[in-house]
């Protein structure tokens, strides 16, 4: 499965971006990590194939994730954005459908996309 990500950029902070995921074929579960510079890879959002959603705390609220399966692209709404959203956002999917598996990670993931809050 091959992801192709699209949509990062530079936003003032309170600001909005979409981000755009199209795989190359069907997975359970689609989702997002960053990283941020300094900082270790984390979980941002996911969903699964029957529409399970899972985010991590400090996006809850802002971000939203959705999934079109029949173009098995993978859509994350962020708004509100923050300094501290700062990070390349990286698309990722799994054959897994269990939050305590994909969250630590995915078998297939995409090149990054950056995304730049300014303050």
């Known amino acids: 499965v091959q992801l192709q990500a699209s949509g990062g950029g530079l936003v003032q902070a309170g600001g909005s971006l979409r981000l755009s995921c199209a795989a190359s074929g069907r997975t359970l579960t689609m989702g997002w990590f960053r990283q941020a510079p300094g900082k270790e890879r984390e979980f941002v959002a996911a969903i699964t194939w029957n529409g399970g959603l899972n985010y991590v705390d400090s996006v809850k609220g802002r971000f939203t994730i959705s999934r079109d399966s029949a173009k098995n692209t993978v859509y994350l709404q962020m708004n509100s954005l923050k300094p501290e959203d700062t990070a390349v956002y990286y698309c990722?999917?799994?054959?897994?459908?269990?939050?305590?598996?994909?969250?630590?990670?995915?078998?297939?993931w995409g090149k990054g996309t950056l995304v730049t809050v300014s303050s």
């Open positions: 990722a999917a799994d054959f897994s459908a269990q939050p305590a598996r994909y969250k630590y990670g995915m078998e297939y």
